[in-house]
Nanobody
Framework: QVQLVESGGGLLQAGGSLRLSCAAS????????MGWFRQAPGKEREFVAA????????YYAGSVKGRFTLSRDNAKNTVSLQMNSLKPEDTAVYYC???????????????????WGQGTQVTVSS
């Protein structure tokens, strides 16, 4: 089992950058594939980015590709989402998620993840 805690959210203007972090508990973090999702008011939770257990594979939603970068440090049990060129439409609560996986597979659906953090708010003003 793993517990996830997100941090790094905030309020900023369009065009700015923000780095979200997800800290995981447990000694088997490296056996988990990780993902970030976001949920805006009145909308369903949507996929943002995913990374394999080793960090060797990543995948991004089309809306953030080229602006967001996902990375992980298995020695520190952390996953980081670097967000650049932020837009007002990026405003949402951002969630970190984890699922057990020893393959290079990436996971894009909410129901594919077993563990979730509490979320961190990102607000981008125009």
């Amino acid at each position: 089992q793993v517990q996830l805690v997100e941090s790094g959210g905030g309020l900023l203007q369009a065009g700015g950058s923000l780095r979200l972090s997800c800290a995981a508990s447990g000694r088997t973090f490296s056996s988990y594939a990780m993902g970030w999702f976001r949920q805006a008011p009145g909308k369903e939770r949507e996929f943002v980015a995913a990374i394999s257990w080793s960090g060797g594979s990543t995948y991004y939603a089309g809306s953030v590709k080229g602006r967001f970068t996902l990375s992980r440090d298995n020695a520190k049990n952390t996953v980081s989402l670097q967000m650049n060129s932020l837009k007002p439409e990026d405003t949402a609560v951002y969630y970190c998620a984890a699922r057990k996986s020893y393959s290079r597979s990436l996971f894009y659906r909410v129901d594919e993840y077993d563990y979730w953090g509490q979320g961190t708010q990102v607000t981008v003003s125009s």
